[in-house]
């Protein structure tokens, strides 16, 4: 009956002939093309040893060699999740930046580092990334398969086995990177009771809160993602965060432009915007 | 060549995933009747998962098995889970299906009261991680607490009590409303907007080649 009703109902007329009928998408199209430019540019200007912008410092990204110097002196393991993120989204991407950076800093100070997972191809990456720094550290044999643990594709039962290992083992260093929905708190409050020092990096607006209230770091938005440019400490990586801000000025002129117009009675923008 | 080529397919995906988004002809384009490519395409997905269920249920018998053989450290633990996992998954394929009552039962009074009883910590992990957050050491940290102080009272009837939402301003109720409405609401869109801008980037590196670390690296 239903599919009846759908092929009874009017199908939307398509946008300029080929583009799909939705609110936004040229508009969309526009500013994905434009940042693909800027990025593109930056690029070249980079690789070509033309000056571009400093990434700005990141107070938190610094905090990640403390945290793991700190466990290293107290002879206690470091932790690190990125919670339910699989492998084709953006989040995991940023997230195995911070991975590859502490897995780096725990193989060169020789310090045990524990993965927790709740997502099985994105603990197969996590594996063979720590894998990988513990290989060019020359320490290939302290390497622990069994400290990138898969906990539970069920939300809170993850939380319990994440919440469950970090009282037993106690480590110096609890780091909470991604997306996170409402484990966030008591992941952190897990950490804050063994003493932890804790570094949050998240892009989920809802969760920001809950990790100023409980790490002693937290990156917000886009630091999350501007912070695993910066950790790579590649130029050229670093034209996409300066690709990123100018599009970002850009944005805000289109609002306050938007909103004297709107005000003014005019729809201009948000009809550009919607078209 | 082990390398080249995820970064390749990387790229005609990325492609593929734009168009879909972007081009009618594209997203209604058919490989036969009734059956388009973004289905198939997703349901390559959902096999790609369905194979890692598979060799998962594999690799776990296989790893709590060699640990009861070997009767190592917590070895019990092994034991149920194989049970747990095993009984629970022949409940549901040879007795009566998802839907019969033992099935149902297991889930409604085993893993909906674990699920409830681990939710209803936060309200505990709230109250302690407010007070370690709302202890006064700055200006930031006084404006923090005046505010959450206000939005708590807007939000029980004692608040109701105190100053009333038919009163000047509205009461707590009126200036809750404003706080949520108005100031969180414009930040939580400035962090909105720099995470679809540095999601974007980040996309943009994965698609251009220039971010690798999904192939398993550290560079």
Redesign the interface.
């Known amino acids: 009956m239903l599919n009846l009703l759908v092929l009874a109902a009017e199908a939307p007329e398509?946008?300029w002939g080929?583009?799909?009928?939705d609110d936004s998408?040229i508009a969309?199209?526009f500013l994905?093309l434009t940042?693909?430019i800027l990025?593109y540019v930056m690029?070249q200007r980079a690789r070509a040893g033309l000056p571009i912008p400093e990434i700005r410092r990141i107070a938190g990204l610094e905090a990640f060699e403390e945290a793991v110097g700190r466990a290293t002196e107290m002879g206690r393991p470091v932790h690190i999740t990125t919670y339910y993120q699989d492998?084709g989204d953006?989040?995991?991407?940023?997230f195995?930046?911070y991975l590859?950076h502490v897995?780096?800093l725990c193989a060169s100070y020789d310090t045990r580092i524990i993965n927790t997972n709740s997502e099985?191809?994105t603990m197969t990456?996590n594996e063979?990334?720590i894998r990988?720094?513990y290989l060019?550290a020359g320490r290939p044999d302290a390497f622990i398969p069994d400290d990138v643990r898969f906990m539970s594709d069920?939300?809170?039962?993850y939380?319990?086995g994440v919440a469950g290992m970090i009282a037993r083992e106690k480590p110096a260093a609890n780091f909470l990177v991604g997306y996170f929905y409402?484990e966030s708190?008591?992941l952190?409050?897990a950490g804050?009771l063994v003493g932890a020092i804790q570094v949050a990096a998240t892009?989920s607006?809802a969760q920001?809160p809950?990790f100023?209230?409980?790490c002693d770091y937290t990156m917000?938005?886009?630091e999350?993602?501007?912070g695993?440019?910066a950790l790579?400490k590649?130029p050229?990586?670093y034209g996409?965060?300066v690709?990123?801000d100018i599009?970002?000025v850009a944005?805000v002129a289109l609002i306050i432009i938007g909103t004297l117009l709107n005000t003014a009675g005019s729809s201009f923008v948000i009809d550009l915007i919607k078209f | 060549m082990k390398r080249e080529v995820p970064l390749v397919l990387t790229f005609v995906m990325t492609l593929l995933r734009?168009g879909f988004?972007?081009?009618?002809?594209m997203?209604t384009y058919e490989i036969s009747e009734g059956v388009r490519l973004f289905s198939r395409i997703s349901f390559s997905v959902t096999f790609m998962y369905c194979m890692?269920l598979f060799m998962?249920l594999i690799n776990l018998t296989r790893v709590h098995g060699n640990t009861i053989r070997r009767r190592r450290e917590h070895w019990i633990y092994s034991v149920w889970l194989l049970i747990v996992m095993y009984g629970y998954a022949i409940l549901g394929l040879f007795f009566g299906g998802m839907e019969s009552k033992p099935f149902t039962w297991i889930y409604d009074a085993v893993?909906v009261p674990?699920?409830s009883t681990?939710?209803s910590?936060?309200a505990f992990?709230?109250a302690?991680?407010?007070y370690?957050?709302f202890r006064i050491r700055n200006v930031e940290s006084v404006i923090m607490m005046v505010v959450a102080f206000i939005v708590m009272l807007g939000n029980v009837s004692l608040g109701e009590v105190l100053w009333s939402s038919e009163a000047f301003l509205g009461g707590f109720k009126g200036l809750k409303d404003w706080f949520l409405a108005t100031p969180n609401a414009a930040s939580?869109r400035a962090?909105?907007?720099?995470?679809f801008?540095?999601?974007?980037?980040?996309?943009?590196?994965?698609a251009?080649g220039?971010?690798k670390?999904?192939l398993?690296?550290?560079?």
Do not use: C, H
């Open positions: 398509v946008k080929i583009f799909v009928p998408t969309g199209l994905a940042m693909g990025v690029i492998v953006y989040d995991t991407w940023a195995w930046a590859a897995a780096k099985w191809l990456v063979e990334i990988q720094a060019e069920w939300q809170f039962g939380t319990m409402a708190l008591i952190a409050e804050a892009s607006t920001i809950f100023v209230a409980s917000i938005g886009e999350f993602y501007a695993a440019a790579s590649e050229v990586i996409s965060v690709a990123q599009t970002r944005l | 734009f988004e972007m081009l009618n002809p997203l890692g998962g893993i674990l699920d681990m939710f910590l936060l992990f709230i302690s991680a407010a370690r957050a939580q962090i909105g907007i720099g995470v801008l540095g999601s974007y980037a980040a996309i943009l590196r994965v251009l220039l971010e670390r999904y398993g690296g550290i560079d």
